[in-house]
């Protein structure tokens, strides 16, 4: 006796099938197609660069995440790529902290963009431990707009750590690394490689929450018609004194208010070094 094949079907499925689909229209931030582009819980800004933006979720660089760029080599572009979006942040009145960066920031080159210098705080301090304990304190205050972190070599937990503080703050997180931490495991959703281009700069999207993309982007810079020769400014420094409490990167916690009073603040300096 032959039996005709009949087509088994679980019981559930479609109702479970439906209730995916409402919780994927429910919770678009938290749950994507691989083939489908992704948003982004909070806001963005535009990064400037209009075929950058249509490549990023949401159309734009993300608040309160962690943002990797991945350089070749300092001083490719990496600040000419954030220009847009750190002079739209200046003009909200907020501050633009740069910590740990490999050169002193060009004052004559921030004028020049159009960026208020009295809205920059560099901070430098002492070692990389002290540097993420400033750079956590700083996302857990929250009273700037974006913070540009370099670091050269970070752990996996500690990068996770300043993901969490910057996921409950306003803050922007742009952490500025070498191309060799492009192999290891990141929990930031937005990673960058950039490589130097002529009159601009090659951007990879090595991780996205959206499809994969694989080809580089070239961003062109746009001709600099302004005088080269920018007016003289200020630029605010900070010296930073450590706790005497010394802190690893495995075991970062928040100072006690005692002791963060000790941290004092430079008088204004020139500073008019080496563009980075």
Known sequence: MSANPRSVSQPGTSTISAAAQSLAETLPHALWRGNQMSTYR???IASGHAALDRELPNGGWPHSALIELLLQQAGIGEMHLLQP??????QQQRKIILLQPPHLPHIAAWSGWGLAAQRLLWINT??????LWSAEQILRNGSCGALLFWQSHIRTDALRRLHLAAQASDTMLWMIRPLSAAHESSPAPLRLLLRPAHNGIAVQLLKRRGPQHTQALYLAWPDNKQDSAAPSATIETQSFTPPAKRYTESNIKPAPAAQTSSASVAEPTLARVADF
């Open 85 to 90: 979006a750190l002079k739209a942040l200046t």
């Open 42 to 44: 909070g806001a963005v």
């Open 126 to 131: 002492s070692g990389s431990a002290d540097a």
